[in-house]
Nanobody, 125 residues
Framework: QVQLVESGGGLVQAGGSLRLSCAASGRTFSNYVMGWFRQAPGKEREFVSTISRSGGSTFYADSVKGRFTISRDNAKNTVFLEMNSLKPEDTAVYYC??????????????????WGQGTQVTVSS
């Protein structure tokens, strides 16, 4: 079992930055592929980014590539999402997710077993 708690969301102007954190419980965090997803009002949850267990491999949605950076600190059981050059269309609830798997990365939400409660990110124009 893994419990995930996101933090770091808030209100920011377009062009600004935010850093999201997701703290995980448990002692085997390094065995989990981690991902970030987001859901805007009236839209389906969409993939944002994923990171392998070691942190050596990452993958991004085209919409955030070059602006967002995912990273993890396995010693602190935490995954981060650094978001720069934010746009109003980035406004959404952001969720982190975890999957105990030997696979390298995962981009589909149904592949993940554990989810956080979400943190709201609002980007004003």
């Amino acid at each position: 079992q893994v419990q995930l708690v996101e933090s770091g969301g808030g209100l920011v102007q377009a062009g600004g930055s935010l850093r999201l954190s997701c703290a995980a419980s448990g002692r085997t965090f390094s065995n989990y592929v981690m991902g970030w997803f987001r859901q805007a009002p009236g839209k389906e949850r969409e993939f944002v980014s994923t990171i392998s267990r070691s942190g050596g491999s990452t993958f991004y949605a085209d919409s955030v590539k070059g602006r967002f950076t995912i990273s993890r600190d396995n010693a602190k059981n935490t995954v981060f999402l650094e978001m720069n050059s934010l746009k109003p269309e980035d406004t959404a609830v952001y969720y982190c997710a975890a999957k105990f798997t030997p696979l390298l990365i995962l981009v589909v939400s149904s592949q993940y077993d554990y989810w956080g409660q979400g943190t709201q990110v609002t980007v004003s124009s």
